[in-house]
């Protein structure tokens, strides 16, 4: 059992950048594939960013892509999210997710363990 707690969130003007954490306790975030989702107001739940417990390279959903950087740092058992050059558009709550599994990344059911969520806003 991991239980994820994500923090960073924010106001930033469109343009901008964020840089979002989330810490996992209990069982360390090596062992799981990681990805990071983001929902907004009326929307259903979107995949941003995932990377896998076997390592690799981050993989990124098209909307994000040479923007956001997924990063994670082991000895400190965090994940981390770079946003750049944000858009309105990216406005969501952000949250971060823990799978046992590293196939079907991009998909919610694939991730048993969810954080909190941060929310990220920004404005025109």
């Known amino acids: 059992q991991v239980e994820l707690v994500e923090s960073g969130g924010g106001l930033v003007q469109a343009g901008g950048s964020l840089r979002l954490s989330c810490s996992a306790s209990?069982?360390?975030?090596?062992?799981?594939?990681m990805g990071w989702f983001r929902q907004a107001p009326g929307e259903q739940r979107e995949f941003v960013a995932a990377i896998w417990r076997i390592g690799g390279r981050p993989y990124y959903g098209d909307s994000v892509k040479g923007r956001f950087t997924m990063s994670r740092d082991s000895a400190d058992n965090r994940v981390y999210l770079q946003l750049n050059s944000l858009k309105p558009e990216d406005t969501a709550v952000y949250y971060c997710?823990?799978?046992?599994?590293?196939?079907?990344?991009?998909?919610?059911?694939?991730?048993?363990?969810w954080g909190q969520g941060t929310q990220v806003t920004v404005s025109s």
């Open positions: 997710a823990a799978s046992l599994s590293s196939d079907r990344v991009i998909a919610t059911a694939s991730y048993a363990y």
């Open positions: 209990g069982r360390t975030a090596d062992t799981y594939t």
